[in-house]
């Protein structure tokens, strides 16, 4: 060990950072694979209607989690073990991976901030679609798939209706939300708002936990450029 003084500190408080980092990807892929196996969002985005199936943005988003997370964990064993070896190579090359996570993940938030209201929406309009097909008094040949459509939405959201719903709507409120008399549905919450609550949930989950693993990452980089200048520097480095 040839690190002394507040340099010996920063190495102890680098793997500190690195280990904490670490934890943080294994959280990040546990909270991944949980939002992928949600029963809410996975009996909902499994649907097909009209041979399309349900939109998959939602799926897209947690496996890159999945793969960050994995990733994270990775790149934290590095930080960890280059910390403890006092390795300028292992360093450097943590320090090189840290910050191509850091700027895939402000692309990523950037990204998401922008489309943030695209999953919910997609789904709202997959929804009105069966919603549209559903009620239509021509009995189409797609009305009994847009009803079991329905039944799926109004069971798992615990909803009934977009809100908005039609005279004919409320006639046929008994086949399409089998649960609710018709005094429930006056009381019910609409499938629209039901849609952007359950997903906006989700996003500020991972919205914090991105603030959360930037922060550090932050720390990690500076410490990191410290501790190897510090190496550098020191009587046994030559």
């Not at 041979?51 to 496996?63: C, E, K, L, N």
């Not at 006092?86 to 990523?108: D, H, K, Y």
């Not at 789904?123 to 189409?140: E, M, P, R």
Request: net charge neutral; charged share 15%; hydrophobic share 50%.
């Amino acid at each position: 060990m040839v690190v002394a003084g507040c340099t010996k500190c920063i190495k102890y408080m680098l793997f500190f950072f690195n280990f904490i980092f670490w934890l943080a990807g294994g959280v990040i892929l546990g909270v991944a694979l949980w939002l992928r196996h949600d029963s809410k969002t996975s009996n909902l985005l499994i649907l097909q209607f009209e041979g399309q199936q349900a939109p998959s943005t939602f799926y897209i988003s947690v496996y890159i989690l999945i793969a960050v997370g994995a990733v994270m964990m990775l790149v934290g064993f590095l930080g960890c073990y280059g910390a403890i070896q006092e390795s300028q190579c292992l360093l450097g090359t943590f320090f090189f991976f840290l910050v191509i996570l850091f700027a895939c993940e402000v692309a990523a938030a950037m990204w998401g901030f922008m489309n943030r209201d695209t999953i919910s929406k997609e789904l709202i309009n997959f929804y009105d679609s069966a919603y549209i097909k559903a009620v239509d008094v021509s009995g189409t040949p797609s009305k009994d798939a847009a009803i079991k459509v329905l039944e799926v939405f109004h069971t798992t959201l615990d909803c009934c209706g977009k809100g908005d719903d039609t005279a004919l709507f409320k006639q046929v409120v008994g086949t399409l939300c089998p649960r609710k008399s018709p005094e429930d549905f006056l009381k019910s919450q609409s499938c629209h708002d039901k849609l952007i609550e359950l997903f906006s949930e989700k996003l500020y989950l991972i919205g914090l936990a991105a603030l959360v693993v930037a922060v550090i990452m932050i720390f990690e980089m500076i410490f990191t450029m410290v501790l190897c200048c510090g190496i550098r520097n020191s009587p046994g480095v030559y």
